[in-house]
Protein backbone atom coordinates (compact mmCIF):
# COMPACT_ATOMS: atom_id res chain seq x y z
CA UNK A 1 0.00 0.00 0.00
CA UNK A 2 1.31 3.06 -0.75
CA UNK A 3 0.43 5.43 2.33
CA UNK A 4 2.76 8.59 0.27
CA UNK A 5 0.60 8.32 -2.48
CA UNK A 6 -3.21 8.62 -0.85
CA UNK A 7 -1.80 11.54 1.38
CA UNK A 8 -1.03 13.47 -1.94
CA UNK A 9 -4.33 12.63 -2.96
CA UNK A 10 -5.92 14.19 0.63
CA UNK A 11 -3.80 17.45 0.27
CA UNK A 12 -4.90 17.80 -3.60
CA UNK A 13 -7.73 16.70 -4.12
CA UNK A 14 -9.31 15.63 -1.07
CA UNK A 15 -10.19 12.21 -1.46
CA UNK A 16 -7.84 9.00 -2.82
CA UNK A 17 -8.27 5.80 -3.65
CA UNK A 18 -5.92 2.90 -2.60
CA UNK A 19 -6.45 -0.26 -5.22
CA UNK A 20 -4.85 -3.52 -3.50
CA UNK A 21 -4.40 -1.74 0.08
CA UNK A 22 -5.71 -5.51 1.59
CA UNK A 23 -4.42 -8.22 0.03
CA UNK A 24 -6.60 -10.80 -1.55
CA UNK A 25 -6.29 -13.48 1.72
CA UNK A 26 -7.49 -10.89 4.10
CA UNK A 27 -10.17 -9.77 1.50
CA UNK A 28 -11.53 -13.00 2.04
CA UNK A 29 -10.85 -13.35 5.54
CA UNK A 30 -13.49 -10.91 6.16
CA UNK A 31 -16.00 -11.39 3.53
CA UNK A 32 -16.15 -14.94 5.41
CA UNK A 33 -16.49 -13.38 8.76
CA UNK A 34 -19.09 -11.53 7.68
CA UNK A 35 -20.89 -14.25 6.37
CA UNK A 36 -20.30 -16.00 9.77
CA UNK A 37 -21.98 -12.57 11.19
CA UNK A 38 -25.33 -12.85 9.20
CA UNK A 39 -27.54 -12.82 11.92
CA UNK A 40 -25.89 -10.10 13.64
CA UNK A 41 -26.68 -7.30 10.66
CA UNK A 42 -29.70 -5.09 10.59
CA UNK A 43 -31.05 -2.74 7.92
CA UNK A 44 -29.30 0.94 8.36
CA UNK A 45 -30.80 3.78 9.43
CA UNK A 46 -30.91 7.66 7.92
CA UNK A 47 -30.87 10.19 10.03
CA UNK A 48 -30.00 11.36 13.89
CA UNK A 49 -31.25 10.92 17.09
CA UNK A 50 -34.76 10.19 17.75
CA UNK A 51 -34.98 11.15 13.62
CA UNK A 52 -33.38 8.32 12.84
CA UNK A 53 -35.10 5.20 10.78
CA UNK A 54 -35.09 3.06 8.03
CA UNK A 55 -35.67 4.46 4.66
CA UNK A 56 -35.05 2.04 2.17
CA UNK A 57 -35.83 4.32 -0.92
CA UNK A 58 -32.92 6.16 0.51
CA UNK A 59 -30.04 3.24 2.15
CA UNK A 60 -30.74 -0.07 1.55
CA UNK A 61 -27.69 -1.39 3.23
CA UNK A 62 -27.67 -3.83 5.96
CA UNK A 63 -25.05 -3.22 8.65
CA UNK A 64 -23.05 -4.78 11.70
CA UNK A 65 -20.65 -2.45 13.73
CA UNK A 66 -17.13 -3.91 14.64
CA UNK A 67 -15.82 -3.03 17.66
CA UNK A 68 -11.88 -2.05 17.67
CA UNK A 69 -10.79 -4.91 19.65
CA UNK A 70 -12.51 -7.61 17.26
CA UNK A 71 -9.93 -10.00 17.09
CA UNK A 72 -11.37 -11.61 13.64
CA UNK A 73 -10.72 -7.80 12.09
CA UNK A 74 -7.49 -7.18 13.54
CA UNK A 75 -5.39 -6.99 10.69
CA UNK A 76 -7.49 -4.22 8.51
CA UNK A 77 -7.80 -2.31 12.05
CA UNK A 78 -4.41 -2.74 12.24
CA UNK A 79 -3.32 -1.18 8.65
CA UNK A 80 -6.13 1.29 9.33
CA UNK A 81 -4.81 2.68 12.25
CA UNK A 82 -1.35 3.46 10.18
CA UNK A 83 -3.58 5.40 7.83
CA UNK A 84 -4.71 7.30 10.51
CA UNK A 85 -0.82 7.99 11.95
CA UNK A 86 -0.21 9.14 8.65
CA UNK A 87 -3.14 11.32 8.48
CA UNK A 88 -2.48 12.95 11.63
CA UNK A 89 1.61 12.94 11.05
CA UNK A 90 1.38 14.69 7.66
CA UNK A 91 -2.00 16.71 7.73
CA UNK A 92 -2.49 17.28 11.54
CA UNK A 93 -5.92 16.60 11.55
CA UNK A 94 -6.42 15.03 15.68
CA UNK A 95 -7.68 12.26 14.38
CA UNK A 96 -8.66 9.98 17.04
CA UNK A 97 -10.65 6.64 17.02
CA UNK A 98 -12.06 4.94 14.20
CA UNK A 99 -15.85 4.18 13.96
CA UNK A 100 -16.67 1.32 11.30
CA UNK A 101 -19.20 -1.34 10.34
CA UNK A 102 -19.28 -4.35 7.77
CA UNK A 103 -21.79 -3.40 5.30
CA UNK A 104 -23.92 -5.47 2.69
CA UNK A 105 -25.95 -4.29 -0.19
CA UNK A 106 -28.15 -7.16 -1.09
CA UNK A 107 -29.26 -7.46 -4.59
CA UNK A 108 -30.98 -4.29 -6.53
CA UNK A 109 -29.63 -1.98 -3.12
CA UNK A 110 -28.45 1.49 -3.09
CA UNK A 111 -27.93 4.66 -1.23
CA UNK A 112 -29.07 7.58 -2.20
CA UNK A 113 -26.72 10.56 -2.50
CA UNK A 114 -25.43 12.18 1.17
CA UNK A 115 -22.98 13.63 2.77
CA UNK A 116 -21.85 11.42 5.57
CA UNK A 117 -21.19 14.59 8.25
CA UNK A 118 -24.08 15.73 10.04
CA UNK A 119 -24.49 18.68 10.50
CA UNK A 120 -24.32 20.31 14.10
CA UNK A 121 -21.86 18.63 16.43
CA UNK A 122 -20.69 15.94 14.05
CA UNK A 123 -17.22 14.52 14.45
CA UNK A 124 -16.86 12.36 11.42
CA UNK A 125 -13.52 14.13 9.54
CA UNK A 126 -12.54 11.23 7.16
CA UNK A 127 -14.47 8.84 5.46
CA UNK A 128 -12.95 5.35 4.58
CA UNK A 129 -14.53 2.83 2.78
CA UNK A 130 -13.01 -0.97 2.12
CA UNK A 131 -14.46 -3.46 -0.46
CA UNK A 132 -14.51 -7.07 0.38
CA UNK A 133 -15.50 -8.44 -2.79
CA UNK A 134 -13.35 -10.59 -4.80
CA UNK A 135 -14.61 -11.01 -8.18
CA UNK A 136 -16.48 -7.62 -8.89
CA UNK A 137 -16.72 -7.41 -12.65
CA UNK A 138 -17.62 -4.28 -14.02
CA UNK A 139 -21.03 -4.99 -14.84
CA UNK A 140 -22.09 -5.86 -11.59
CA UNK A 141 -22.89 -2.35 -10.67
CA UNK A 142 -22.79 -1.12 -6.64
CA UNK A 143 -20.24 2.00 -7.72
CA UNK A 144 -19.43 4.87 -5.12
CA UNK A 145 -20.31 7.94 -7.08
CA UNK A 146 -18.22 10.70 -5.54
CA UNK A 147 -19.30 14.00 -6.53
CA UNK A 148 -17.04 16.44 -7.62
CA UNK A 149 -16.79 20.82 -7.98
CA UNK A 150 -19.52 21.51 -10.70
CA UNK A 151 -21.50 18.00 -10.85
CA UNK A 152 -18.50 16.21 -12.37
CA UNK A 153 -18.25 13.39 -10.51
CA UNK A 154 -16.10 9.82 -10.56
CA UNK A 155 -17.14 6.41 -10.39
CA UNK A 156 -15.48 4.07 -8.42
CA UNK A 157 -16.02 -0.15 -8.45
CA UNK A 158 -15.89 -1.67 -5.19
CA UNK A 159 -13.27 -4.00 -5.86
CA UNK A 160 -11.65 -6.45 -3.48
CA UNK A 161 -8.99 -5.27 -1.41
CA UNK A 162 -9.96 -0.85 -2.64
CA UNK A 163 -9.70 1.37 0.08
CA UNK A 164 -11.12 4.95 -0.64
CA UNK A 165 -10.48 7.76 1.69
CA UNK A 166 -12.48 11.20 1.72
CA UNK A 167 -12.85 14.22 3.44
CA UNK A 168 -16.31 13.62 5.45
CA UNK A 169 -17.79 17.23 4.84
CA UNK A 170 -16.19 17.09 1.55
CA UNK A 171 -18.17 15.30 -0.43
CA UNK A 172 -21.38 14.23 -1.50
CA UNK A 173 -21.58 10.28 -2.90
CA UNK A 174 -23.88 7.92 -3.64
CA UNK A 175 -23.82 4.14 -3.95
CA UNK A 176 -25.30 3.20 -7.47
CA UNK A 177 -27.79 0.18 -7.51
CA UNK A 178 -25.64 -3.10 -6.75
CA UNK A 179 -26.60 -6.02 -9.29
CA UNK A 180 -24.32 -8.82 -6.75
CA UNK A 181 -24.42 -8.86 -3.24
CA UNK A 182 -22.07 -5.74 -2.37
CA UNK A 183 -19.73 -5.77 0.64
CA UNK A 184 -17.78 -3.43 2.61
CA UNK A 185 -15.97 -2.07 5.54
CA UNK A 186 -17.00 1.68 6.23
CA UNK A 187 -15.32 3.66 8.49
CA UNK A 188 -15.05 7.29 9.67
CA UNK A 189 -12.17 8.60 12.08
CA UNK A 190 -13.51 11.26 14.29
CA UNK A 191 -11.85 13.78 15.80
CA UNK A 192 -11.95 14.57 19.70
CA UNK A 193 -15.25 16.35 20.46
CA UNK A 194 -13.79 19.67 22.12
O1 LIG B 1 -20.04 1.66 0.36
C1 LIG B 1 -19.76 2.73 -0.14
O2 LIG B 1 -19.15 2.82 -1.22
C2 LIG B 1 -20.18 4.00 0.55
C3 LIG B 1 -21.09 3.79 1.74
C4 LIG B 1 -21.58 5.09 2.33
O3 LIG B 1 -21.66 6.08 1.68
C5 LIG B 1 -21.95 5.16 3.76
O4 LIG B 1 -22.10 4.12 4.41
O5 LIG B 1 -22.11 6.28 4.27
FE1 LIG C 1 -21.67 7.77 2.96
Redesign the pocket.
Known sequence: MSIELMIDGLVEKGFAVLPQFLDQHEVNVLAKVMQERKNLFHQ?GVGRKEGRAVREKI?G?E?CWIEPTDPLAATALAQLAEVKHALNAHLYLGLDELECHF?T?PVGRF?KR?L?QHRGEDTRVV?I?L?LNPEWQENDG?E?RLYLEKEQFMD?A?LGGSL?VFLSNQFE???LVSKRE?L?L?GWFRRRPI
Open positions: ARDIAYYHDTVYGLIPVHEVRST
